[in-house]
């Protein structure tokens, strides 16, 4: 390390120096991840629920009854009670009683309320003794073949549940490949080089390739559900290219300023490295906000992103100089698309005149006030839907059509009505045994509740010491009446019709625990939010010395956040333009889905903010004009950050192919978010801000000032050579 290097320089002139030592370093670290991401990796958890006193008593009670289960839908063009199709239900169903796992079928003739009024419908419910994890995706493939050929003459069998739903859709896919692909189209058209395009990408799969494996492994600790790794790859996708394209943007400008490679490598990790572990930690600590619910699913999907963007975030600042340093002054050449502009500048007789980016920061500059009242205005429109959002998990509705879990809901939905559906279990811990005759009344209370259609008859335990039975509502899975229904029930009915009984009975399942997450999210939330909106701003406060700066960046990444969650209301919810984004019909917003998107958002508009500050703030230490340095940090991020936030949208858009729609929302509001973010909020509404508030910009209080400890010296000594070049992205 040499004088002025600083840390991240000298980290970067230690990697360029010792390129092959850092490429072989890397070449075996992730290989060996991967290797014990293979062998130890740990398998993956839906669970939703943390301690569940209901279900730990089905555990203990109903052992036959405590795994998941599925429902086989029995649909007939002639009455299911008619002779022949009551032979083939039965020759149907002895597929299933020997199937793996299963420990029970009812008959569908001999079990009330398992036909329908019409008679046309019927159904099976297939018990199994394990949870869904438990079950291979082959076993349920099995399963469904066994349904279809079942099928005929009239009669149609399909299978329906959650085991059902993953093994027709499951998490991952083409995703990741059409994302990389999209990726390298977006920078081989933004720098017209096969190897300014090659550096960002590899870098990013070498981190993404860590950062999996490191999600298989850790998930002993922080259990991670089954999308984890597809979301995690993608925004560590997204950021990756990002953070690499931003480092190697600077150094080219360097190359261009006449610097030798290394000491441009060192420029480009002292400057803009500043600004990639800025973002990185920033897009870090909004994950990990994510720990603050408590929740087990969550957390798990936290640590996952959180490790993911991490090891990217280290790939740009250790292996990407390194493999800089075997580049030369390649990457210092005219590119065929900067030869062909220099070609068209010099017809015109414009070369030397300002460019595309620097007219439009000084179109911003002279309409400020303007252009600050119309993005705002805009990006209160699109944030407008949002006052209707409703959340709920999804059912078998938002399954794609076609589908026999989507057929299977269809047929029961028909014949039994949408509740069927979301089944509401209650199970009892009995004090003796006489006191199942108690559970008479909580029945009659549970069936008398508004809004429940049916209830199934209490079943005791064969020891006698718990008791359970099935409310079904009247509405779905996805209708707020239900989850209201629940709520209702756990709340008031329950602890009325047991008080004095001894009896203690509680509200379980996969809806109930669906409505408890729901809760959860309510009463936590503002946690979250404060957490993750306080330390992103204490870090902005720390490298940008502003007090005023960094408040600013936290309600514009809550403009473009806000401005998501509209779009996302009205493409999902509304139905405009959801079947172009694979959304077979309108539906709620998935519960976790907002929660998710704000602390990916919080952090990934950072991104933008940091690095356009960030040149900001050089050519204001060198100039001491605000106006100037606004004009000169917008016109020399323009491009690039026009570049990086393409990368993010294809990426991000490409989870749209996947079945899940709860992973499809979360693609959509980031690409949304962040296309808001980096051409209305960062081109628009963050400059004309600057400008209308002058020096005010870099204000800090004298008392913060002495008691905030300085970060590094600046890296703007090296921003004279850029402001010499001009404005090269």
């Known amino acids: 390390m040499q004088t002025g290097d600083g840390l991240l320089g000298g980290l970067g002139r230690a990697c360029y120096r010792h390129r092959k030592a850092t490429l072989l370093a890397w070449l075996a670290g992730v290989a060996v991840l991967i290797t014990l991401w293979m062998r130890f990796g740990a398998a993956a958890d839906n669970s939703f629920t943390g301690a569940d006193p209901g279900q730990t008593l089905l555990n203990q009670h109903f052992a036959r009854q405590s795994g998941d289960s599925l429902t086989l839908a029995i649909s007939s063009a002639q009455p299911v009670t008619a002779p ?17 796992h299963v420990t029970a079928v009812t008959d569908p003739y001999t079990t009330p309320g ?4 019409d008679g046309h419908i019927a159904y099976a419910t297939v018990q199994f003794s394990v949870s869904g994890n438990s ?28 085991v059902v739903d993953l093994a027709e859709t499951p998490y991952g896919g083409p995703d990741n490949g059409i994302g990389v692909g999209a ?30 494996s490191l999600i298989a492994l850790l998930g002993h600790i922080f259990p991670a559900p089954s999308f984890s790794p597809i979301v995690a790859a993608l925004i560590g996708l997204g950021v990756g290219v990002d953070y690499a394209l931003f480092i190697l943007t600077r150094f080219r400008t360097e190359l261009h300023g006449g610097r030798e490679p290394q000491e441009a490598a060192v420029t480009a990790m002292r400057t803009a490295g500043v600004s990639v572990l800025t973002a990185g930690t920033t897009v870090v600590i909004g994950m990990l906000g994510l720990l603050v619910l408590r929740q087990s699913l969550l957390n798990g999907v936290a640590v996952a992103a959180a490790a993911t963007v991490a090891m990217t975030v280290l790939g740009a600042l250790t292996l990407l100089p390194a493999l800089l340093g ?26 030397g005149g300002r460019s595309r980016s620097e007219r439009w920061a000084l179109f911003i500059q002279k309409h400020k006030v303007m252009a600050a009242l119309s993005a705002t205005a805009f990006i209160l429109l699109l944030a407008a839907p949002v006052l209707t959002m409703k959340l709920s998990f999804p059912d078998e509705s938002a399954q794609a059509r076609g589908t026999m879990g989507y057929a299977s809901y269809a047929a029961m ?3 039994f009505g949408p509740g069927f559906d979301a089944p509401l279990i209650v199970a009892a811990a009995l004090p003796s045994a006489g006191a199942a005759a108690d559970m008479t009344r909580v029945e009659t209370a549970v069936a008398r509740t508004p809004g429940v259609a049916a209830v199934t008859p209490p079943v005791v335990s064969r020891d006698g010491q718990a008791a359970l039975l099935i409310a079904y509502p009247a509405t779905g899975a996805q209708d707020a009446a239900t989850n209201a229904l629940a709520n209702t029930i756990s709340g008031q009915v329950l602890p009325e019709a047991t008080a004095g009984t001894g009896i203690h009975a509680y509200l379980t399942g996969p809806n109930a625990a669906n409505v408890t997450f729901s809760n959860l999210i309510g009463q936590r939330l503002p946690w979250l939010i404060a957490s993750v909106v306080g330390l992103s701003m204490l870090l902005l406060l720390y ?12 309600v514009m990444n809550l403009l473009s956040i806000t401005a998501a969650y509209g779009v996302l209301t009205a493409v999902t919810q509304w139905g405009w333009g959801g079947r172009l984004f694979g959304f077979p019909e309108p539906m709620p917003v998935t519960t976790w889905v907002p929660v998710f998107l704000f602390v990916i958002l919080f952090g990934l508009s950072m991104d933008y903010e940091v690095f356009l500050l960030s040149r900001i703030r050089e050519s204001y230490l060198v100039s001491g004009d605000n106006a100037a340095a606004v004009v000169s940090g917008l016109a020399s991020t323009a491009r690039v950050i026009t570049a990086a936030a393409a990368i993010m949208v294809v990426v991000f858009l490409s989870f749209d192919l996947t079945p899940d729609p709860g992973v499809k929302q979360v693609g959509l509001g980031l690409a949304v978010a962040v296309l808001i973010d980096a051409t209305v909020v960062r081109l628009v509404l963050v400059p004309a801000v600057m400008e209308m508030l002058g020096k005010a910009n870099w204000w800090m209080p004298r008392w913060l000032a002495r008691v905030m400890p300085a970060p590094q010296p600046s890296s703007h000594q090296a921003t004279e050579p850029l402001l010499k070049t001009g404005n090269h992205a």
């Open 84 to 100: 022949a199709v009551r032979a083939q239900v039965a020759s149907a169903l002895v597929p299933f009683e020997h199937a793996p």
């Open 114 to 117: 398992h036909v329908s009024r």
């Open 135 to 162: 079950i291979s995706s082959s076993e349920t493939s099995m399963l469904m073949n066994d349904a279809t050929r079942a099928s005929g003459h009239g009669v149609t069998f399909s299978l329906g549940g959650d």
């Open 183 to 212: 990726a390298m189209l977006v920078l081989l058209i933004a720098f017209g080089s096969l190897l300014a395009m090659g550096l960002p990408v590899a870098t990013a799969l070498f981190g993404i390739g860590g950062g999996l």
């Open 326 to 351: 075997f580049t030369g002054t390649r990457l210092g050449k005219a590119t065929i698309l900067e030869r062909r502009r220099n070609r068209r500048e010099a017809r015109k007789g414009t070369r």
């Open 413 to 415: 939905a028909r014949g």
């Open 543 to 554: 490298v940008f010395r502003s007090v005023v700066i960094a408040v600013k960046a936290a």
